[in-house]
C-alpha cells in the first residue's frame, strides 16, 4: 500500500483531525488485528473501547466521533464503513478475474443464447435449451441454468449454483455457492389419507441487484411468480416459500423462513432467525429483530421483537418476564406466611410442579 495519511484523506474525501498528513500507512486491517503502520476504522460505536486498545497508526472515523487515543492519527469522513471500501477497493488485493469463453467441459445447448466473446461460462456447466445469458455474466464451475431461464447482464452465478427452469434475473444479479432458485414450492393435499403433491407451475423473478447468500432456496410459485424486488440482499440458509413478494431493498439474514404467499414492502430488514408465518402482509421499513416470530400482519414502520413479535419496547419488556418468575414466586410464597401468621394458621406448602423437580435436577 505505502501511500500518505494526506491521500487517503483525499481519496476518502475527508479531513485529517490528528497526525502527520505525511504519515506513510503501510496497510489496512481491522481494530483489533491492525499493527503499527496500518490504518483501520470505528464503524459501530460499540467497538470504541477496542479502539482505545488498537496499535493501529491511523484510524477513519465519524465526523462527530471525538474519543480517539492521543497517538493515532484521525481522518473524519461521513460514512466510515463505505469510505474504508473505498480502500480495500483502491489497495486491496486485486479481484480474480476470467477470460469470456466457454470451458471445453461444459455443456451448453445449442439453442441456448449467449456472447461467447462476452461471457464466461467455467467448467462442467450446464446451460439447457432456450436459456438466454446477458452479456458481461459470469457462469462458474458446476453451475446449473435450466431450461428457457433468462439471465440479465452482468449476473454472477457461482460455483455450484443452481437456477432452475424458467426463472427470471435481472441486472447485476448475484448468486452464491450452493443456493437453488426455482426449487418446487412446498405445497401438498391431503386426500385419502396421503399426502398428494401439487404441481408448482410458476417462476422465480430476482430484479435488478438482487443477491443471494449461500445455500438458500427460494421456491418457485405454484402459479404466478416468486418475486424478489431490487436491490434487496439475501443472506446465507434463508428459505423464501413460494408466491412471496420481497419488496425493494430490503435485507434479510441468515436462518430466516418465509412462509408462502407473504409480502413484504421496501425497505424491510430480517434479523437473524426470524420466522415468517404465511399469507401475511409486511409494510414498508419494518424491522424484525432476531429470533422474532411473525405471526400476524405488521402495516406499520417500526422495530418488533419477541415472540410473538411486538413492538421494540414491549417486546423487550416481554422478554424480560420470564427471567423474574422465580423473583415473583418467592414473594407469593412470603406473602402466604405473612397471610397465615395474621390468620394463626400454619402456610400450607406448595406442591411443587414439574418445572421445580426439572430446576432442581
Known sequence: ??????????????????????????????????????????????????LKKSNASAVIVDRQFTDVPPAMAVIRVDNPTLK??????????PKQTFDPGVHPTAIVSPNAQLNMDMTYVGPHVV?????????????????????????????????????????????RVIIHSGAIIGTDGFGYEFSEGKHLKIDQVGI???????????????????????????????????????NCVIGKHCVIVAQVGISGSTRL????????????????????????????????????????TGYPAKPLIEGRRMLTYPARVPELLDRVKELEERLAALDGKKPSKRKKSKADASAEQ
Not at 483501520?40 to 477496542?50: C, E, I, K, S
Not at 431490487?230 to 428459505?239: A, P, R, S
Open 265 to 304: 414492502g421496501n425497505f424491510v430488514t430480517m434479523a437473524g432467525q426470524v420466522g415468517v408465518a404465511g399469507h401475511l402482509t409486511i409494510g414498508n421499513q419494518v424491522t424484525f429483530l432476531a429470533k422474532s416470530g411473525v405471526t400476524k400482519d405488521y402495516p406499520t414502520p417500526g422495530a418488533y
Open 1 to 50: 500500500m505505502n501511500t500518505s495519511l494526506n491521500k487517503i484523506a483525499l481519496l476518502l474525501e475527508g479531513e485529517i483531525a490528528a497526525g502527520d498528513p505525511d504519515l506513510v500507512v503501510t496497510g489496512f486491517n481491522s481494530i483489533q488485528e491492525a499493527e503499527p503502520g496500518e490504518i483501520t476504522f470505528l464503524g459501530n460505536p460499540r467497538y470504541a473501547a477496542a
Open 84 to 93: 474504508f471500501s473505498t480502500i480495500i477497493q483502491r489497495f486491496g488485493p
Open 204 to 242: 422465480v423473478q430476482l430484479d435488478d441487484d438482487v443477491e443471494v447468500g449461500s445455500c438458500t432456496t427460494i421456491d418457485r410459485a405454484r402459479f404466478g411468480r416468486t418475486w424478489i424486488g431490487e436491490g434487496t440482499k439475501i443472506d446465507n440458509l434463508v428459505q423464501i416459500a413460494h
Open 127 to 171: 446451460i439447457e435449451e432456450g436459456a438466454i445469458i446477458g452479456d458481461g455474466s459470469f457462469i462458474h464451475a458446476g453451475a446449473y441454468i435450466g431450461r428457457n431461464t433468462r439471465l440479465g447482464a452482468k449476473c454472477v452465478i457461482h460455483a455450484h449454483a443452481v437456477v432452475k427452469e424458467r426463472c427470471k434475473l435481472g441486472n
